[in-house]
């Protein structure tokens, strides 16, 4: 068996902690009254309290490091030491209607000379199925303990590509629909699931050979795209580069897959 790095066992803790609190919070969601609010208040403070416990759990752990939150926003820390990066639910709209796909994500992001910064360590976890995907920078990643390696199809028709689709007040319908009138011919099929987290995580285990979404923030993203990386995938812009947390965009996928959704995208965006 891999063994586990001291920070990762601490992460996987806190995720195991939080997590089991959103499993039972999520078989009362289908028990609450149907009306438009109730539902919806329960799911925000689900939410606010898996972060409030990851939090607490990795404060315990290394006390120095700040936070970038998704409820909670920033929280300062050392800034010479790591940071940690959460979506303590990923996939919210799914917890609300009752749908079990939804995740923990949590990044370690590191400081680097010149003011950059570097995602070196993440972990997300599935509550629902109780699948922990992890990686490290150099050491791979992983399900369990089960190595992960990209899909190795080469054939954009042979592939299962996954997206995420702009909603209410969230995104640019018009690009997306460019994109997807350029994809979708091209491929076998697209799936839209809800949660990028474990779309990257997914593409990191080969279950879909690629990925493209935007507007997506860094708490989204920040473990996923380590995770692709490490499972010998390629990830980037719209426009090929290395911004994808800082544009808010992502494709993702094998070397060969990654450069035909990237042509097709660019293609698109003319």
Not at 57 to 63: D, F, H, V
Not at 136 to 151: I, T
Not at 240 to 246: N, S, T, V
Request: overall charge neutral; aromatic content about 8%; proline content about 4%.
């Amino acid at each position: 068996m891999v063994s586990h790095s001291g920070l990762l066992t601490v992460m996987e803790r806190a995720a195991r902690k939080a997590g089991s609190k959103l499993r039972r919070d999520f078989g009362e969601v289908e028990h609450l009254q149907v009306s438009r609010k109730g539902p919806a208040d329960f799911v925000t403070k689900a939410d606010q309290q898996a972060e409030k416990t990851l939090v607490e759990e990795l404060q315990k752990a290394r006390p120095d490091w700040g936070f970038l939150l998704e409820e909670g926003g920033e929280i300062a820390g050392d800034p010479s030491k790591p940071r940690w990066i959460i979506d303590p639910l990923d996939g919210t709209t799914n917890f609300l209607h009752g749908i079990p796909h939804f995740a923990i994500s949590i990044a370690v992001e590191e400081p680097l000379y010149g003011g950059k910064r570097e995602v070196t360590t993440g972990l997300i976890y599935q509550p629902v199925t109780d699948e922990s995907y992890w990686a490290e920078k150099s050491r791979g990643a992983w399900r369990h303990d089960q190595r992960l390696r990209v899909s190795a199809r080469r054939d954009l028709g042979d592939c299962l590509i996954a997206t995420g689709i702009p909603f209410m007040g969230h995104g640019d319908f018009a690009q997306w629909t460019r994109i997807f009138g350029a994809v979708g011919p091209s491929v076998a099929g697209i799936r839209r699931f809800g949660a990028a987290s474990l779309d990257l995580a997914h593409v990191a285990s080969g279950r879909y050979d690629g990925f493209w979404e935007s507007g997506l923030q860094p708490w989204d993203v920040a473990a996923g795209l380590l995770m692709v990386r490490e499972a010998g995938g390629f990830v980037s812009d719209f426009r090929g580069g290395d911004q994808a947390i800082e544009r808010k965009e992502v494709i993702a996928g094998n070397d060969a897959i990654h450069s035909k959704l990237h042509k097709l995208v660019a293609g698109a965006l003319r």
